[in-house]
């Protein structure tokens, strides 16, 4: 891994503070512990690229804008490790499955656009809408799902925007 950290003061382990011209020059690779405290300058102003996964024990604020890529589902199961935003055409009666949910006692949560030109959808029995009752989808249609879970997938509870012209 090569790159850069920018900062003022760096912190310790110990709570000892270093400025940054106490800090010896090295040629070699640097290796960092798996706890880092990054400032809000140096994470705004340099950016952090993360190409798998980055575990935060803490806080982790965002300050501006950040993607994902829209998985575009190819069959009718929604895999919930492949990303949190999803799209799905549909034309004809679709029942939807979620695989991969995130395990009990930690939040998951997913978008799915829908477009709908014709059928029925079939929700998951373990998802819960407003009042019990899945929205009615008008065809010719986009429609925004955004579903939660806390329990591994047992209960996702449901919401919709629906009715956008394509």
Not at 8 to 22: G, I, P
Request: proline share 4%; charged share 10%.
């Amino acid at each position: 891994m090569a790159g850069t950290i920018i900062a003022d003061t760096l912190e310790h382990s110990d709570s000892t503070s270093l400025a940054t011209n106490q800090i010896p020059a090295k040629n070699a690779s640097q290796t960092f512990s798996a706890a880092q405290t990054f400032t809000a300058q140096s994470v705004h102003n340099g950016g952090i690229d993360c190409n798998g996964t980055a575990d935060v024990a803490g806080a982790f604020n965002i300050d501006g804008p950040y993607k994902q890529v829209a998985e575009a589902v190819g069959s009718t199961a929604i895999d919930l490790s492949a990303g949190n935003y999803f799209t799905k055409t549909i034309s004809g009666n679709t029942t939807f499955t979620f695989t991969n949910p995130p395990s009990s006692g930690t939040v998951g949560s997913f978008t799915l656009e829908l477009t709908h030109s014709s059928g029925t959808v079939t929700w998951p029995s373990s998802v819960k809408f407003n009042s019990d009752t899945a929205p009615t989808l008008t065809t010719g249609k986009t429609h925004l799902f955004f579903f939660v879970t806390d329990d591994g997938g047992s209960r996702y509870r449901g919401a919709a925007l629906v009715d956008y012209v394509n």
